[in-house]
């Protein structure tokens, strides 16, 4: 019904300047109930992706605490190149093997820290033997620090290790047989299981030497989203505790990149730590 007060019919079509709200209606702001306007659906903003944040490490108890991958880790065969990464909070001057990938002594890579400080890594162990070597690291002294090794079978030097950003390397033996057919799977405290501290972010590049990006992927001592750095992606990327599900009885890790998964042994929940490099 029309009325008589001048603003007229609020339901169907009026006589004044605000137009028919349900329908089309004379001004301009259009139709509010029966179409949604254009532009900008989200009301509280875009998305987008989470930034990165890094919130949990594994802790090793240095007695049997070790994860092994599900299956050969196959990524590096036949590599000339390769870059390895990862954080390491050790707690106990003990030697310790820290990252292989093989089993028995006929292993791809073999990554060792000396009780007294000198960091170790052997290629194609059994087979050729060759090996980059740092005298002067401090991995013990229970803080946390970042291990970064280099390969590029054709460069020279072939190699390098760097610790915290720094290059460390003392001796170079490498020579330039490609990277052997592996022999077992991926081991993160394998072996002696004497490891004691924490581990967190280990990475691996296939045919990729990154040896003049270390500042990069340092970042001045605090992890940095390696897949979004402007780099090369890792091959395999094991975020430790920020990629793993706890079952009841084990952890397991599936990396970010490449699918392959790790599982651990000997381990309980509690191994999941939030003390992670800042």
Known sequence: MANTIGFGQAAVNNTIDYGQGAIDNTINWGKSQTLSPSGETNITGTGGTPPFSN??????????????????????????????????????????????????????????FFSSGRITCLKNQNADNTYL????????????????????????????????????????????????????????????????GNIDEVAIWSGTDLRNDVATIYNNGTPTD??????????????????????????????VNGGYTNRSVFMVEANRSTDVPT
């Open 133 to 196: 070597r740092a005298d002067t690291g401090t991995p013990h002294d229970g803080n946390w620090n970042h291990i970064m090794i280099c390969m590029d079978l054709s460069a020279s030097p072939k190699g390098a290790i760097f610790f915290n950003g720094n290059n460390i390397t003392h001796s170079v033996t490498l020579d330039t047989n490609p990277i052997q057919t592996s022999s077992g799977a991926l081991y993160l405290n394998e072996v002696n299981k004497d490891f004691t």
């Open 55 to 112: 919130l949990n490490s594994f802790s090793f108890d240095g007695i049997d605490d070790y994860f092994t991958g599900v299956g050969t880790y196959s990524e590096l065969d036949g590599a000339t190149a390769l870059t390895i990464s990862f954080w390491a909070k050790s707690t106990s001057a003990t030697t310790s093997n820290v990252l292989h990938i093989g089993t028995g002594s006929n292993r791809q890579i073999y990554i060792v």
């Open 226 to 255: 390696l897949n979004n750095n402007g780099l090369t992606a890792p091959t395999t990327w094991q975020r430790m505790g920020d990629n793993a599900t706890w079952n009841g009885a084990t952890w397991t890790m599936t990396d």
